[in-house]
């Protein structure tokens, strides 16, 4: 249906910053409701961020609330996620998904990109 590359991660200080952006095709990318997720070694999968299809409404997992924004451009079919204040348990492999509805995206249960690194030092 779509399919997604996540790019932006790297190796940041604590305290610091980094945009991530997540790149869609196929079609009708303004009518998919988007998702960030996260994923440390030996850990669970964790929801971040998730986006209505109209940018209209976010949500956030308790862990990022107050640090990092979601944020969609459909004219550049681009999800991003905006990381501020930066902590060391904040490394993970960062990825997004794209699904029909808001509970889904929410839920992971749509397309998955590739994934990006972000660690962050003490």
């Known amino acids: 249906q779509v399919q997604l590359v996540e790019s932006g991660g790297g190796l940041v200080q604590a305290g610091g910053s980094l945009r991530l952006s997540c790149a869609a095709s196929?079609?009708?990318?303004?009518?998919?409701?988007m998702g960030w997720f996260r994923q440390a070694p030996e850990k669970e999968r964790e929801f971040v961020a998730a986006?209505?299809?109209?940018?209209?409404?976010?949500y956030y997992g308790d862990s990022v609330k107050g640090r990092f924004t979601i944020f969609r451009d459909n004219a550049k079919n681009t999800v991003y996620l905006q990381m501020n204040s930066l902590k060391p348990e904040d490394t993970a492999v960062y990825y997004c998904?794209?699904?029909?509805?808001?509970?889904?995206?929410?839920?992971?249960?749509?397309?998955w990109g590739q994934g990006t690194q972000v660690t962050v030092s003490s």
């Open positions: 998904n794209a699904a029909y509805s808001l509970v889904a995206a929410k839920n992971g249960d749509g397309s």
């Open positions: 196929g079609r009708t990318f303004s009518r998919y409701a």
């Open positions: 986006i209505t299809w109209s940018g209209g409404d976010t």
